[in-house]
Antibody, heavy 125, light 111 residues
Framework: QVQLQESGPGLIKPSETLSLTCIVS??????????WGWIRQPPGKGLEWIAN???????YYNPSLAGRITIFQDTSKNQFSLKMRSVTAADTAIYFC?????????????????WGQGALVTVSS | DIVMTQTPLSSPATLGQPASISCRSS???????????LSWLHQRPGQPPRLLIY???NRFSGVPDRFSGSGARTDFTLNISRVEAEDVGVYYC?????????FGQGTKVEI
């Protein structure tokens, strides 16, 4: 059973760089055919996809954030991370990490089947 | 970007009665491999989302069979055959056919 756990700063000042890490257990982030992603949810609002990193290391970004974000993996620690530069109050949100396998059982999938509990990040001076 | 539009945004439900949520995409979400990567997720307050349906109509492991998904190309539906108390929360559709992956705004189901 895969488990994901986000870690982050909690509170960060405007213009600083946000760093989040997702620690994965029960599965390898280099497992063939998995996307590992970040999704955020402003308080009381809906979900926004931020970025994915595929098991091969290929990255995919939401164009609305692409100039400020980097997703990367640390295979030695079986974790992946997100950096977001120049944060503002609009970046205040719960940040989730999740897994989207290419296959669910024997069928193609491409859906977020496992999620972390989420990390609340507040941007405030 | 593909815009996912859900209706209704709020749905009062009755225990034991059916409920239905619609999701429409601004363009076809049929992948070049022929599959349609449209999923449905359910989120209870204070919890992360949970996958219900993937690839339009496939129930994820452990999801009760009162949940079903249907649709094609740009129009999709999540049906709950008999609403139970644990089904309250917000339901999201999501397309993973084209990057950037996008979510619907969410539909709040209340008893």
């Amino acid at each position: 059973q895969v488990q994901l756990q986000e870690s982050g700063p909690g509170l960060i000042k405007p213009s600083e760089t946000l760093s989040l890490t997702c620690i994965v257990s029960g599965d390898s982030i280099t497992s063939r055919g998995h996307y590992w992603g970040w999704i955020r949810q402003p308080p009381g609002k809906g979900l926004e996809w931020i970025a994915n990193i595929f098991s091969t290391g290929t990255t995919y970004y939401n164009p609305s954030l692409a100039g400020r974000i980097t997703i990367f993996q640390d295979t030695s620690k079986n974790q992946f991370s997100l950096k977001m530069r120049s944060v503002t109050a609009a970046d205040t949100a719960i940040y989730f990490c999740a897994r989207a396998p290419e296959f669910c059982g024997s069928s193609t999938c491409l859906a977020f089947d496992s999620w972390g509990q989420g990390a609340l990040v507040t941007v405030s001076s | 970007d593909i815009v996912m539009t859900q209706t209704p945004l709020s749905s009062p439900a009755t225990l034991g009665q059916p409920a239905s949520i619609s999701c429409r995409s601004s363009q076809s979400v049929v992948h070049s491999d022929g599959n349609t990567y449209l999923s449905w997720l359910h989120q209870r307050p204070g919890q992360p989302p949970r996958l219900l349906i993937y690839k339009t109509s496939n129930r994820f492991s452990g999801v009760p069979d009162r949940f079903s998904g249907s649709g094609a190309r740009t129009d999709f539906t999540l049906n709950i055959s008999r609403v139970e108390a644990e089904d309250v929360g917000v339901y999201y559709c999501m397309q993973a056919t084209h990057f950037p992956w996008t979510f619907g705004q969410g539909t709040k189901v209340e008893i």
